[in-house]
């Protein structure tokens, strides 16, 4: 069994910063992809940033020169650095890992339950 986790939602006025962080743990083989989604209320999730396994980045343009995504491999964990957040940055935040998982042959993708990110003066 596979488990993915974030962690360092909250609330933050504009311009401010926050970190989320994103553990994957269980009987993992090896994690590949690695990224970060957020979705607004009533509309579909959508890609902020993603992390390959020899470090590619891949950002949405709405994130580029705020965001940084970054991953230890040692600890099975990505990171999301957050800075300049606008209110329009609200959303709820998920982390999705493409993991092979132990007694498994190939990889699946595991989704963890979402961080709430407010943004608001």
């Known amino acids: 069994q596979v488990y993915v986790a974030e962690s360092g939602g909250g609330s933050v006025q504009p311009g401010g910063s926050l970190r989320l962080s994103c553990a994957a743990s269980?009987?993992?083989?090896?994690?590949?992809?690695m990224s970060w989604y957020r979705r607004f209320p009533g509309k579909e999730r959508e890609l902020v940033a993603s992390i390959t396994s020899s470090g590619t980045t891949n950002y949405a343009d709405s994130a580029k020169g705020r965001f940084t995504i970054s991953r230890d491999d040692r600890i099975n964990m990505v990171f999301l650095q957050m800075n300049i957040l606008k209110p329009d940055d609200t959303a709820t935040y998920y982390c999705e890992a493409i993991v092979r998982p132990a007694g498994v042959s190939g990889a699946n993708n595991f989704w963890g339950q979402g961080t709430q990110v407010t943004v608001s003066s």
């Open positions: 269980g009987n993992i083989v090896s994690i590949g992809l």
